[in-house]
């Protein structure tokens, strides 16, 4: 399957390749999603819009500039990296609360590769290459259409992520919140919780009280339209614009409050309350980045660590907005327009960017419509580096961490949310709880990173030991088999004796295959006896442990009280394997089979005893397994003519409805003498001990009738002999005897 795979890739390329040239127009359309929705922008959509991308301009200019410095950086590139970023999104992404630019941990990795590359290069000329290489290998995976690695991310490990990662953010805003100075709110969450009741007696009360009523009127104005809003775009909006609002009017409530504030001997303002003070203004000139081959393999690991947290962090927050809106993002798409903003903007003096958290979670709250509300993000950021520095000069640092804190809240999930992953899967709880204490103690990626590790090795698990199961016929439908775990729910009886069929749920492939042959092994040696010779204790191997292993087995198969025999057990003549579920196996697992099959053969005598009945059936067989299954010679092709040795009575009964003549009659008898005379001829289906059926009932149906015509009665049991029949007339079948 997998070698099917890469041919049909190999052939969709190649075509893609040769229809390049006229199929350029549909790409580039393709490519530019903005192309397909600005015709069918609505009008009533840019008034939330614009309120959207002005809300998030206002956070992205003190945050770009914080973030910057994080990454060791001059603060003007984090205003770069804002403004191109954004822009560059509203054309080419497939998210509409999805916003780009500056984030605590692309810059955290980006300020260690500075410090790095201390001495030898600058840090803008660091910022630039690293923003060059990561967007050149993001849009490579986004060209040729890799965003398949990214499908490893299950809906638990994004719960998980985005809760820790909200939960993060809402710790780090908390010490500026209150008005607590110096904590570095970049270090892991238990060190700012602690600094911060360090220096709680430090703190601002005028910073506390901006903050505090910041963060009530952005609470009250929200509960109060969820409660008598609900239907009334008017008052939606007051709850959609309430970031906004509250910013200008912290702004207007800090400029009255400092512009008559002291100097210092330097003429710089000493602020009563925290502020963001001066912002450079002005665009660099453009400027190639100076990348080396040395260079690029001395920084490859670092790059290579941002590169994966920018794609993971990306298209995890992508993901997450997506899920609450119900829309779909291409992964593809937005590898390619990532990565294409992040070379671009290595030429203008930014540094690495990606989505960001906070930012697209008030993106989302103001009730955003599409993606144009990064172009006014961007357009606000660009004035702002020209024109408005003066304005954002006094944004107050608490009002910001409330509006920040109140944004991303809404990405927490609650706790009936991870009761609900316990309750239908303790891996997919445990997965989400690895991701989200991660993220929250650790680091934002190492959080994903291990949260999609530990569903890996999950996944591999389930692989290595597959869901296994003993089937059972329903009493009242007898071509119908379900798992032996829920008899209790329906009423159902055993396969005849002597016959076993077993349902595997996954590809037969080398994970699993020992523990398939095992555990079939095991429920033989529970309800078959054994067939062969036993052995003399000289006979015996040094190892042989067989008997007792057999008895353990038995005991809890049938009770500690019991004492169960080979004479209470019936003979091992069939074993039928489903493999409806089965959708690969490869070499290993062929081999598997190949040696369950002899071991079987000689539990059930077929080693001493030549002429002892035993068979191994396949049932359901997929078409791509069961083609490697006959090139492997386990079985071979099989023919529908085969299937006329078996008549059901409704067939019959259909089939003799016009009277018949003796000589009509005779002729009957005739066909039935030629259809029994072609089971002991040469047709492989017949012939051979490793057959396919298209369902379990064909394949007991055919055990049945071999049993009764080719097995020597010396070599089974009545009491197979009185189960036969009763299992032939539940399935209405008739076998016709010369």
């Known amino acids: 399957m997998a070698d099917q795979e890469l041919k049909d890739f190999g052939r969709s390329l190649v075509g893609w390749l040769k229809a390049f040239p006229r199929n350029t127009p549909r790409y580039v359309y393709e490519r530019f999603p903005i192309i397909k929705w600005l015709p069918k922008y609505n009008r009533s959509w840019a ?154 007696n430090t703190l601002s009360w005028l910073d506390l009280v901006v903050g505090l009523v910041s963060m009530l009127i952005l609470v009250t104005i929200g509960l109060a339209v969820d409660r008598w809003g609900r239907g009334k775009f008017s008052i939606q909006m007051i709850k959609i614009s309430r970031f906004f609002f509250v910013t200008v009017l912290a702004t207007a409530v800090s400029y009255a409050l400092n512009k008559n504030a002291p100097q210092d001997a330097n003429g710089n303002i000493i602020p009563r309350i925290s502020i963001l003070k001066t912002v450079p203004s002005g665009l660099p000139s453009p400027a190639v980045p100076q990348l080396t081959m ?83 993000t961007g357009a606000l950021v660009l004035l702002a580096i020209f024109f408005l520095t003066p304005i954002f000069f006094y944004i107050p640092d608490a009002a910001l961490s409330a509006v920040i804190m109140v944004a991303v809240v809404t990405l927490v999930s609650p706790p009936s949310v991870f009761y609900q992953f316990f309750k239908v899967d303790l891996w997919d709880f445990l997965a989400s709880q690895v991701a989200l204490w991660v993220t929250i103690f650790v680091s934002v990626e190492t959080g994903i990173a291990a949260g999609v590790g530990f569903t890996l090795v999950v996944l591999l698990f389930r692989i290595a030991r597959p869901n296994l199961h003993v089937l059972r016929q329903l009493k009242e439908r007898p071509d119908i088999f379900v798992d032996s775990s829920i008899g209790s729910t329906f009423d159902t009886v055993s396969a005849p004796h002597g016959i076993l069929v077993f349902r595997m749920e996954e590809a037969t492939t080398f994970p699993n295959t020992e523990a398939l042959t095992i555990w079939v092994l095991d429920e033989v040696y529970k309800y078959t006896r054994f067939g062969g010779r036993v052995k003399s204790s000289t006979e015996r191997l040094w190892s042989d442990d067989l008997e007792l292993h057999i008895q353990n087995l038995r005991k809890v198969a049938h009770g500690h009280d019991s004492n169960i025999t080979d004479d209470d057990l019936p003979t091992l003549r069939a074993v039928i394997l489903d493999f409806s579920s089965v959708n690969n196996i490869d070499f290993t697992g062929l081999q598997g089979l190949f040696d369950l099959k002899e071991m079987l053969k000689d539990y059930a005598g ?133």
């Not at 690695?149 to 908390?174: E, K, R």
């Not at 993901?319 to 903003?341: C, M, P, T, V």
């Not at 097995?711 to 076998?735: A, F, H, V, W, Y």
């Open 294 to 376: 040395d260079l690029l393999s001395e920084t490859a690991p670092k790059l290579a660590a941002i590169a994966l947290a920018l794609i993971l962090e990306h298209i995890a927050i992508g993901k997450a907005f997506a899920r609450k809106n119900r829309y779909q993002i291409d992964s593809n798409q937005e590898l390619l327009a990532l990565g294409l903003a992040n070379v671009t903007a290595s030429f203008f003096g930014a540094y690495a960017v990606t989505g960001s958290f906070s930012r697209s979670a008030v993106k989302f709250q103001c009730g955003v419509k599409s993606p144009f509300a990064g172009f006014v």
């Open 47 to 200: 008034i939330k819009d614009i309120i959207a991308g002005i809300t998030v301009g206002l956070i992205v200019v003190p945050q770009g500039m914080s973030y910057a410095k994080v990454a060791a950086l001059p603060v003007q590139h984090g205003l770069y990296s804002a403004y191109i970023g954004a822009i560059f999104y509203c054309f080419m992404g497939t998210s509409k609360d999805l916003t780009i630019g500056p984030t605590a941990v692309i810059s955290l990795i980006t300020g260690e590769l500075v410090a790095e590359l201390a001495g030898r290069l600058n840090p803008a000329e660091v910022a630039s290459i690293s923003c060059f290489v990561v967007g050149l290998m993001t849009m490579i995976l986004g060209v040729f259409r890799l965003g398949i690695i990214l499908d490893f991310f299950p809906t638990t490990v994004l719960v998980g992520y985005t809760t820790g990662a909200a939960v993060t953010i809402i710790i780090q805003q908390i010490p500026k919140w209150l008005g607590v100075p110096n904590i570095n709110n970049r270090a892991p969450v238990y060190d700012i919780v602690i600094n911060m009741f360090r220096h709680i």
């Open 606 to 738: 077929v080693t001493d005893f030549p002429d002892t009945f035993f068979e191994l059936h396949f049932a359901g067989v997929q078409s791509n397994v069961l083609r490697i299954m006959e090139l492997s010679g386990i079985t071979k092709p099989t023919e529908p003519s085969a299937l006329q040795k078996v008549h059901t009575m409704d067939d019959i009964e259909s089939a003799s409805k016009p009277e018949k003549t003796e000589d009509e009659q005779s002729g009957s008898s005739s066909s039935s003498l030629d259809r029994k005379s072609q089971t002991n001829g040469t047709n492989p289906f017949l012939r051979d001990d490793t057959i396919v059926h298209l369902t379990i009932r064909d394949a007991i149906d055919a055990v049945l009738f071999r049993t009764s015509d080719d097995q020597p009665q010396s070599r089974i049991s009545s009491s197979d002999e009185e189960d036969d029949t009763r299992s032939l007339n539940k399935g209405k079948i008739e076998i016709h005897h010369v």
